[in-house]
Every structure is written in C-alpha cells, then in structure tokens.
Nanobody, 124 residues
C-alpha cells in the first residue's frame, strides 16, 4: 500500500521559513518523480515543485522560484520542501504526491497518490 505522510507545517510570520517532510512507503521510492502540490482556501490544487527520481533535476512553479527548494533522501525514502521568504499567499494545505517514472512523461500537475497534507499558514 502506497503511503505518503507529510509533516512540518505550522504558523509562521511573513518572511519566515519552514521545512516540510514526506515519509514514503509501500513502493520503490527511487523509481518515481516526486512532487509537492498545494491547495489554498477556496482554490484548486496547484503544482508547486517536482524532482526526478535521482534528484538531479528540479522544477518549480513561477510563484515559488528562488524561495522554495525541493529535495529528496533516497536512502531514507523522504521528500523535503524548504520554504523560505514565505508570503501570505503561500498559505495552503501542502501535499506530497507521486508522479510518473520519467519526468518527460510526467505532467507537472499530475499524480496518482498524495498524502493527507500538512497545513502552512503565513500570517502576522
């Protein structure tokens, strides 16, 4: 059974930082593109970032470039998202999600499994 369990969310002031983690199990973690998606209150799901299976390539949606960093530890089966210079518009539920095997076949916003999410609230 595929399981993705996020942690690390919380309340932070504008300009602050958080580090999200996602523990993966039930599948061969090293075989997949992994990604983070988010959903703000009253809005649809938005793709945030993705990383290839080996970690060599990362991509970001324009609104988070140069502020967020996606990474993975394949030895521990953990996906990370470092959030810096947070803005109020980053407030959302953040989900870890599994993409496809090859990034060239992986639509950024597409996934087959996602976790339960971790809430990030940016407010003064």
């Amino acid at each position: 059974e595929v399981q993705l369990v996020e942690s690390g969310g919380g309340l932070v002031q504008p300009g602050g930082s958080l580090r999200l983690s996602c523990a993966a199990s039930g599948f061969t973690f090293t075989g997949y593109v992994m990604k983070w998606v988010r959903q703000a209150p009253g809005k649809g799901l938005e793709w945030v970032a993705r990383i290839t299976s080996g970690g060599a390539t990362t991509e970001y949606t324009d609104s988070v470039k140069d502020r967020f960093t996606i990474s993975r530890d394949n030895a521990k089966n953990v996906l990370y998202l470092q959030l810096n210079s947070l803005k109020t518009e980053d407030t959302a539920m953040y989900y870890c999600a599994r993409g496809r095997v090859y990034i060239r076949e992986d639509p950024p916003g597409s996934f087959d499994y996602r976790g339960q999410g971790t809430q990030v609230t940016v407010s003064s």
